[in-house]
């Protein structure tokens, strides 16, 4: 199973998931033409895709869903309430609109995917666990803390790509109104460089071998400080970091590469 980060941060959100049969996106908050530039890149094209899976309703992860539907009849997967919301914002999208149940796995083509609750400010926000060729791939953003949900999910996967969105002292320091760094800081807002760190180590310890921090703020975060933290407190619970697991930032609007196979060393 191959994994591409197309794009990752405040202004815009889209990953890929790709066998040698099959592919499927993880939210759309880019425009169609970055995505269709970036799945020509890699010698896909939309009519490809399988599906759409949303995490939830905010610009940065549906931004680009209404132009691609006018294009490429791909059909949309999201929980209840963000698929209500969905076929409020987007003329006609109820006709490419699967409504998934978290918890629940849903088959499609090559995948296995599992949709799983993430607290954050919005009326339903979720993650997915994708499984295919024996592998497991989870996508954990958009979190104000990690739930026994959250966690649960995600144990043992193979590769994932968690939130790292803010260093705790530039949010508190930084040129943010006080009510949004309140909500950022909120159990419903977004995983510090912290909390991302502590999560790392956690899946580490259930298997996980393949680690990307994704979602960086760009205001408040930086690449080689989010790695920095979490790479400390991999290295201080034991990890082989570079050996037996890796670490990778996601770009903003770069492609990151991750193949993920059950349980190899990267």
Same mark, same amino acid.
């Given at each position: ?23 499927v ?51 949309i ?22 409504v ?11 995948f ?17 666990r994708?499984?295919a ?9 958009d979190?104000?803390h ?11 996967v ?9 260093? @705790?002292?530039?949010?508190? &320091?930084? /040129?943010?109104p006080?009510? !949004?760094?309140?909500?950022? %800081? $909120?159990?419903?807002?977004?995983l ?6 502590? @999560?790392?180590?956690t899946? &580490?310890? /259930?298997?996980?071998?393949? !680690?990307?921090?994704?979602? %960086? $703020?760009?205001q ?23 050996g037996?697991v890796? %670490? ?19």
């Amino acid at each position: 199973m191959q994994v591409y980060t197309l794009a990752s941060g405040s202004s815009g959100n889209c990953t890929l998931v790709q066998t040698d049969r099959a592919a499927v996106l993880i939210d759309a908050g880019i425009s169609t033409k970055r995505i269709v530039t970036a799945l020509a890149q890699l010698g896909l094209a939309p009519e490809a895709l399988s599906g759409i899976f949303i995490t939830h309703e905010h610009s940065d992860h549906i931004g680009g869903l209404s132009t691609f539907i006018k294009h490429y009849n791909v059909p949309i997967f999201a929980p209840r309430t963000v698929a209500n919301h969905i076929s409020w914002a987007i003329a006609g999208v109820e006709d490419f609109l699967t409504v998934l149940v978290p918890g629940e796995e849903y088959a499609l083509a090559d995948f296995g995917v599992t949709p799983f609750r993430t607290p954050h400010d919005t009326p339903e926000s979720v993650g997915y666990r994708v499984e295919a060729d024996g592998a497991a791939f989870g996508l954990c953003t958009d979190l104000g803390h990690v739930t026994d949900e959250v966690l649960s999910a995600m144990r043992g996967v193979d590769a994932a790509v968690i939130e790292s969105n803010h260093d @705790l002292e530039m949010l508190r &320091t930084g /040129s943010y109104p006080v009510p !949004l760094k309140r909500r950022i %800081l $909120s159990d419903n807002g977004h995983l510090s460089n912290d909390a991302a760190a502590e @999560l790392a180590v956690t899946l &580490t310890e /259930s298997g996980t071998r393949q !680690l990307v921090l994704g979602h %960086l $703020s760009r205001q408040n975060n930086l690449p080689p400080l989010a790695r920095k933290v979490t790479a400390q407190a991999l290295e201080s619970a034991g990890a082989d970091l570079g050996g037996d697991v890796s %670490l990778a930032v996601a770009p903003e609007k770069e492609i990151l590469h991750i193949e993920v196979k059950a349980g190899a060393p990267c």
